[in-house]
């Protein structure tokens, strides 16, 4: 059961992508529903489309030079308030320090220690978002595409699908990937051209 609610979760999503495909006919309206045939479905292999748009790649590229450039920073920080909370307790063993003064750096490092995890937060959540929002970008750009690629409502239905599922068996026919991939990457190498 879950399975099945889980399949009709899955095709609204893949309708809403498919904008331009609205009913026309009116309750009143006395014109036939016409039969949807296999000739009428489609199905787009998700995961191949997305890991080989050059949309998602750039982005994938430009996030993980963020990513590695904030993580470089974070572990540079927290060798650096480590070595003076070493540097401290080298000092105080020796004695080299009085108490007010050790108690006063302690104060100063734990507040250091706090500033650092409250920006270390603050930076991930950041790059957590930005994750996000590219992710969002593509699926928009896939979703547009694909509404403005059946505009003239030749699919009645274009499904998705992820490691077979939810088609585990369909025409070969059927597959629009590779159409909708180059039409994506088309649009994409345009709209970095004019950049």
């Not at 489309?49 to 920073?73: C, H, M, P, W």
Request: hydrophobic share 40%; proline share 2%; charged share 25%.
């Amino acid at each position: 059961m879950k399975k099945l609610l889980l399949f009709f979760a899955f095709a609204a999503v893949v309708f809403a992508g498919c904008d331009g495909v609205k009913n026309t006919g009116s309750a009143a309206s006395d014109a036939p529903l016409r039969e949807v045939g296999a000739s009428d479905i489609a199905f787009i292999r998700m995961d191949s489309l997305v890991s080989n748009y050059n949309r998602y790649i750039d982005f994938g590229d430009e996030f993980e030079v963020k990513a590695t450039k904030i993580q470089s920073d974070l572990e540079s920080r927290a060798r650096r308030l480590q070595s003076e909370v070493a540097d401290l307790e080298d000092k105080a063993s020796k004695g080299l320090m009085t108490r007010s003064q050790i108690a006063t750096t302690q104060e100063q490092l734990q507040n250091k220690a706090a500033a650092f995890e409250n920006d270390r937060q603050s930076q991930l959540t950041e790059l957590a978002e930005q994750e996000q929002v590219m992710t969002n970008q593509v699926m928009n750009a896939i979703n547009e595409y694909i509404a403005q690629y059946n505009k003239d409502l030749r699919y009645k239905l274009i499904l998705s699908t992820s490691g077979g599922v939810p088609v585990l068996h369909a025409d070969p026919a059927m597959d629009i990937t590779r159409e909708i991939l180059d039409g994506l990457n088309a649009e994409y190498a345009a709209e970095t051209a004019t950049k």
